[in-house]
């Protein structure tokens, strides 16, 4: 079985320059809590944007506001009546190696409301800066489920790691 997720890069301007926001698991029986952008696994017909909405409704209490850099979406229909909408996403993942077969996309996107203090198996949603960001990444980096498209978001922005 593989599972379908979709993850935000929720964006905000701060006195401080961008910021992200990260939040961490929390799961029964769980020791580890793992640092991670928030998101999670496309139900049965769900849309892309709509999974986005709800994942970033319940685990961190804001209302999708926009997906930036969003292109045209395309939509048709099938004889077999199979509805497709196709759209592009900021980036798209794949465990290529581990105990979970997963695939998903990244959406870099806007987020209005006040944030929770605890969301759905979530805790410690914060915003941090970029900075910020590379310290976590570089000293939390067996707990950071979102390694690589974090990496990958730094590298577009060409911040080094050092």
């Not at 759209?87 to 581990?98: D, F, K, L, N, S």
């Not at 209005?112 to 980096?141: A, F, Y």
Request: glycine share 6%; charged share 30%; hydrophobic share 35%.
């Amino acid at each position: 079985m593989i599972h379908t997720n979709v993850r935000a890069f929720i964006i905000r301007e701060s006195e401080q320059g961008e910021e992200i926001l990260v939040q961490r698991r929390v799961r029964v029986n769980e020791q580890q809590t793992p640092i991670e952008l928030p998101g999670g696994r496309l139900e049965e017909f769900e849309t892309l944007e709509r999974c986005l909405e709800r994942e970033i409704k319940e685990e961190t209490g804001l209302d999708l506001e926009e997906i930036i850099d969003s292109t045209e979406r395309v939509k048709t229909t099938t004889a077999e009546g199979f509805t497709v909408e196709c759209m592009a996403p900021y980036a798209v993942y794949q465990t290529i190696e581990g105990p979970v077969d997963s695939f998903g996309v990244y959406f870099k996107c806007k987020a209005v409301g006040r944030l929770l203090e605890r969301g759905d198996h979530t805790d410690n949603i914060k915003w941090v800066t970029i900075n910020e960001l590379v310290v976590l990444l570089r000293e939390d980096q067996l707990s950071f489920v979102d390694k690589a498209g974090v990496q990958f978001f730094l590298n577009q922005k060409e911040v080094s790691m050092n």
